[in-house]
């Protein structure tokens, strides 16, 4: 599962997966972003364009992340 992060936003900004579905994040912008939780589950460091950072989800729950140097970036995965 692919999360694009384009034009300053991540692609799809809402995403329901099952338990144990690995996402893979991947920087399409020429800036660098992170992919941050909000409650501290992942944390990506800075990607740079091309670079791509996965997670893999091994409980339910709904999990919010952001962009922390564009905090308007913000996206939600829902594990079902």
Request: proline share 5%; net charge negative; with cysteine.
């Amino acid at each position: 599962i692919v999360i694009h992060i384009s034009n300053f936003s991540f692609q799809p900004k809402e995403l329901r997966i099952p338990v144990g579905a690995k996402v893979i994040w991947k920087n399409e912008d020429s800036v660098a972003h992170t992919v941050t939780s909000d409650t501290g589950v992942f944390e990506s460091g800075f990607l740079e364009k091309d670079e791509t950072f996965e997670f893999t989800f091994n409980k339910t729950g709904v999990f919010t992340y952001h962009c922390r140097p564009h905090p308007n970036m913000k996206a939600t995965i829902i594990v079902e």
